[in-house]
């Protein structure tokens, strides 16, 4: 569902196969979200995701 005036970042959590198990997301108004911060919250929300998958593997941050 999409909702007019938002912006969202996610990013896939996966588990030790590979498989995605759960996502990690952002969501704020468009007007405050210029392609600048959508950048910079989009690495972050990645990184973050990344070590959530990799705890969820059971791998060594």
Do not use: W
């Amino acid at each position: 569902m999409a909702t007019e005036g938002a912006t969202a970042i996610a990013a896939p959590v996966r588990d030790a196969n590979g498989t995605i198990v759960a996502a990690l997301s952002v969501v704020g108004p468009s007007f405050r979200t210029p392609p600048r911060v959508i950048t910079r919250h989009g690495e972050q929300v990645r990184m973050r995701s990344t070590e959530l998958s990799d705890l969820i593997a059971g791998k060594n941050s």
